[in-house]
């Protein structure tokens, strides 16, 4: 009869012992996911180029807190086939993004 208790107290344990470990896997994962915040999105929209403006400007502007500067302003500038800083021009039009 001894031996039935123990086994049953061993069985009590260990399933209490899985039980903390899934329940707190699962409140833990919950909290990293949400820690990190809701998923941003990539929109694109295109810019009328102002007097003044550089790749720079536009991207202290525009890039979210998420990518470097430079970066965004390689993106911007493979976006639109853009080879030299210098040949933004304005009224010209520029493809961007922003994150949302």
């Keep these: 009869m001894k031996k ?7 069985s009590f344990i260990l399933a209490a012992v899985v039980f903390a470990i899934i329940f707190g896997g699962i409140v833990v994962g919950r909290d990293v996911a949400s820690a990190s915040g809701p ?15 550089s790749l720079w400007s536009i991207a202290r502007q525009y890039c979210d807190s998420d990518t470097s500067l430079s970066t965004y302003i390689d993106e911007i ?4 086939g853009i080879v030299n800083d210098r040949s933004l021009v304005a009224g010209h039009s520029l493809m961007i993004y922003y994150m949302r």
């Design 39 to 53: 998923e941003k999105s990539k929109y694109f929209t295109s810019i009328t180029i102002e007097e003044g403006d």
């Design 4 to 10: 039935k208790k123990t086994a049953l107290i061993r």
């Design 77 to 80: 500038k493979s976006m639109n």
